[in-house]
């Protein structure tokens, strides 16, 4: 018997690195991460820079361009953006095709690869101008969709953009209006919508992104891409986590269950996690769960809303930070641990969580696809594996097995 392991190390020409953790897969300029010192920059500007001073719209036309922009070229990227907001009316029908309880990312996914059924004068990857509607695209509908996937659960009728709102105005406008009343965006609310865009706007080689770049390799459509993202995101360990953290926060329900659920997480044998809690690359706090924090403080306030579970997530938090375990494993609570409470006090079913994450993640999934794209040395992923199964072998006859 062939010792592959052993091959394999001797030749010196396989790195086994079980989910890359060590592993870079490509060069890129666009976001950096320093997961001992707690920092995140989107193309070398502090996130808490961004999240203070700038919005989603300027943060997105950064991700992709580089450069911050000037006045007149952010108006007219909001213009090129805001050109793309409806979606094309023949894929209202595809809503109704779901089961009504389907969940809101099942439809994301389907209806987001479907995009490229309907805009065959964007998939060219090979053309730059193609690529670039393409990209304006998908920032400006996915949130027209997101909002069509929430309306279409509840029974109520689509709301159509509005290029007069802010990005994060416009769909907390096509979430929350009807009809039979007018709507009016809380400046509030609006920011802080606008805030949890530009702090999940982009994370690096993340598994969506990683994802959204291998699928990319192929040479597949941006949208179909961005659908590969969409399903990616869709998990309990990514972008699942504030949903399950926000459901883990209910399950305690008041303070002094605490202890209870911090000896569960550091069970070997009990397979639970203190969701929103710890993070593949951040060995220090979570710069996004810090702003977050203090967001979730302004819209409580905002709403005069005063939510228990807010109390019990600081103190879980304290009592986390300094517990031993959690502390020797350097786990410190992740953007989606305050993220959950502020998006239910804001009105958004726990089922949407994940497809605002994913509303915000497009416009990092569409750098990182078009920076893929640009790079020469760039060619079809294709990671090796190590092979640990039987041998060569001969064909047993049934009679025989
Ligand atoms: N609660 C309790 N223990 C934990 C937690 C947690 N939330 N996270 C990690 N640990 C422990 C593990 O049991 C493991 O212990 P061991 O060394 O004794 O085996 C150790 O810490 C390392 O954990 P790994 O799973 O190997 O760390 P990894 O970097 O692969 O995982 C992850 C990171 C998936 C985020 C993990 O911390 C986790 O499951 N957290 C909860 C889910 C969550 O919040 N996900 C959101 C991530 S952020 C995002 O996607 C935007």
């Not at 920092?39 to 820079?49: A, D, N, S, V």
């Not at 894929?91 to 309880?101: A, I, M, Q």
């Not at 959204?212 to 360990?237: E, K």
């Not at 306030?301 to 304290?318: G, M, S, T, W, Y």
Request: proline fraction near 5%.
């Amino acid at each position: 018997v062939i010792d592959i392991r052993k091959l394999y190390a001797k030749t010196g020409k396989f790195t086994y690195d079980p989910a890359f953790t060590s592993t870079a897969s490509c060069e890129s300029k666009i976001t950096y991460i320093d997961g001992d010192k707690g920092e995140l920059l989107y193309r070398g500007y502090p996130i808490e820079q961004l999240a203070q001073n700038s919005d989603f719209m300027e943060v997105s036309y950064l991700l992709l361009n580089g450069e911050l922009p000037t006045k007149e070229q952010k108006d007219k990227f909001m213009h090129d953006i805001t050109y793309h907001t409806m979606v094309h009316e023949q894929l209202n029908h595809f809503f109704s095709g779901f089961r009504r309880d389907a969940h809101p990312m099942a439809i994301m996914v389907g209806v987001v690869g479907a995009l490229a059924a309907f805009y065959h004068d964007s998939t060219d990857i090979s053309d730059e101008r193609q690529r670039i509607i393409a990209s304006y695209r998908m920032i400006a509908k996915i949130p027209t969709i997101a909002a069509m996937a929430y309306k279409y659960s509840v029974g109520q009728p689509f709301s159509y953009p509005r290029n007069d709102l802010s990005y994060a105005g416009n769909f907390l406008h096509m979430m929350f209006s009807v009809p039979c009343e007018t709507y009016k965006v809380s400046p509030t609310l609006e920011r802080a919508m606008d805030m949890i865009f530009t702090l999940h706007a982009d994370h690096e080689q993340n598994a969506s992104t990683s994802t959204v770049r291998l699928a990319g390799s192929s040479g597949a459509n941006p949208f179909a891409c961005i659908s590969a993202g969409c399903a990616c995101l869709w998990g309990p360990a990514h972008g699942g986590a504030n949903e399950a953290a926000l459901k883990m926060l209910e399950e305690i329900g008041t303070p002094d269950r605490i202890p209870e659920y911090i000896e569960r997480a550091k069970d070997k044998n009990d397979p639970f996690r203190l969701m929103g809690f710890g993070h593949r690359v951040y060995k220090n706090y979570d710069p996004r769960a810090t702003v977050l924090r203090k967001t979730a403080h302004e819209v409580l306030n905002e709403l005069n809303i005063k939510n228990p579970l807010f109390d019990v997530a600081r103190e879980l938090e304290k009592i986390a930070l300094e517990d031993e375990y959690f502390v020797e494993k350097k786990l410190y609570p992740n953007v989606d641990f305050y993220s959950g409470i502020i998006l239910s006090a804001m009105g958004f079913p726990t089922s949407m969580f994940t497809v605002l994450f994913a509303v915000a993640r497009t416009v990092g999934w569409v750098a990182q696809w078009n920076e893929m794209i640009s790079d020469p040395v760039q060619r079809i992923g294709r990671p090796r594996q190590l092979y640990t199964g039987a041998t060569r072998r001969d064909y047993i006859p049934m009679d025989k097995r």
